[in-house]
């Protein structure tokens, strides 16, 4: 996803770790712990389930997303592009999930990008001042154009980053 105009101004408090720009996207569906075997067969049905042309939208606000008393995803919630978005997560995301032996999930889509998480050690002191700090991003003049698909998995180094890119695919290819 290529962002423009994003600022994470003031600088995040302790214990909340923000994603690089390389780590920033919107799910279109979690696999999570399945083989390479299984992501790999969910990743060929990409071509027959996400046929759609790039999407051009905008963020509205920072929520916390998670455990409703103990959140630790901030992320930026789409405005412009919502409905594109949340199209594509619900046509594709059930036959991925299917097609990797992954649970489904029931969930209407909520497009969104994670900026940061909150870490698992930090204090109830700490997680307040990082919700207070999500609640003071600005994303009025932040937009982004969703032009690929792409199977991630986690970074080799997670110290420099927390994700890569296993395969990747443009839209309306």
């Known amino acids: ?3 423009e105009g994003l600022r994470l101004v003031p600088e995040p408090p302790p214990r909340v770790r923000v994603f690089g720009s390389a780590d920033r996207h919107c799910t279109l569906g979690f696999l999570g712990s399945v ?3 299984d992501a790999r067969r969910a990743w060929s049905r990409v071509p ?3 046929n759609s042309e790039a999407v051009t939208g905008s963020f509205v606000e920072v929520k916390p997303l998670g455990n409703p008393r103990k959140p630790s995803a901030l992320s930026a919630m789409v405005g412009d ?3 594109s978005l949340s199209a594509i997560i619900e046509h594709a995301r059930g036959p991925l999930l299917e097609a990797a032996g992954a649970p489904p999930d029931e969930r209407p889509p909520l497009p ?3 900026l940061a998480r909150i870490q698992r050690r930090a204090s109830a002191g700490e997680r307040r001042a990082a ?3 999500a609640e ?3 994303l009025a003049d932040t937009s982004f154009v969703a ?3 792409a199977l991630y998995t986690w970074a080799d180094d997670r110290r420099e980053r927390l994700f890569q890119i296993v395969e990747q695919r443009g839209l309306g290819a």
Request: proline share 0%; no cysteine; hydrophobic share 40%.
């Open 112 to 114: 969104h990008m994670t």
């Open 131 to 133: 919700l207070r700090w």
């Open 81 to 83: 592009g919502r409905e």
């Open 136 to 138: 003071s991003l600005k």
């Open 147 to 149: 032009s690929s698909v």
């Open 48 to 50: 027959d389930l996400v």
């Open 35 to 37: 083989t390479e075997a």
């Open 1 to 3: 996803m290529q962002v």
